[in-house]
């Protein structure tokens, strides 16, 4: 058995016909140039889900399309400061990292990984603790002659994520 979505068609609130709403109502326009149209049906100005002004939608809004410029830019600015702070202490790939082991039960044994790259696409100015330093992890037992490698991601958290600078 296959489910469907199930649409129905779209009914205008003002002439009640299929295919349109009020808003693209040729009917409600005509009515509405003329003064034909009650209190009750007048439309609300649209207005825009971003800055709440009327006039526009959030596809033009112009407060939407600065606000991720200066994003973006702030965004890329952090990114230098980073790249620049992990060059002062050395940081790169090929770096060999002290990594605290969280498998076993032992709260001062770390683990050594090797940092393998960088995904620049996680580390954003918002999140700077998301994991976007891409490493090869080494652990094991020599007890218990169990070895493994792993990759994965992890963040220096607020170690290498310097605060921008406040102009």
């Known amino acids: 058995m296959s489910y469907s979505s199930y649409r129905r068609a779209v009914t205008c609130s003002y002439c009640y016909r299929q295919g349109h709403n009020k808003r693209g109502c040729t ?93 620049w696409d996680n580390l954003f100015i918002k999140h700077p603790t998301k994991a976007w330093v891409q490493i090869k992890n080494y652990y094991g037992s020599l007890k218990k002659s169990f070895y493994q490698y792993e990759d994965g991601f992890v963040s220096f958290k607020d170690a290498h994520c310097p605060p921008i600078p406040q102009r």
């Open 27 to 119: 009917r409600y326009k005509t009515d509405a140039a003329e003064g034909k149209v009650s209190s009750y049906h007048k439309l609300a100005p649209r207005r825009c889900s971003y800055c709440a002004k009327t006039g526009h939608d959030r596809r033009k809004c112009e407060d939407l399309h600065n606000d991720k410029v200066n994003t973006i830019l702030s965004n890329r600015k952090w990114i230098e400061l980073v790249i620049k702070d992990m060059e002062d202490n050395g940081v790169g790939i090929g770096t060999l990292l002290k990594i605290k082991d969280h498998y076993s039960g032992h709260g001062g044994q770390f683990n050594l990984a090797m940092i393998t790259g960088f995904n």
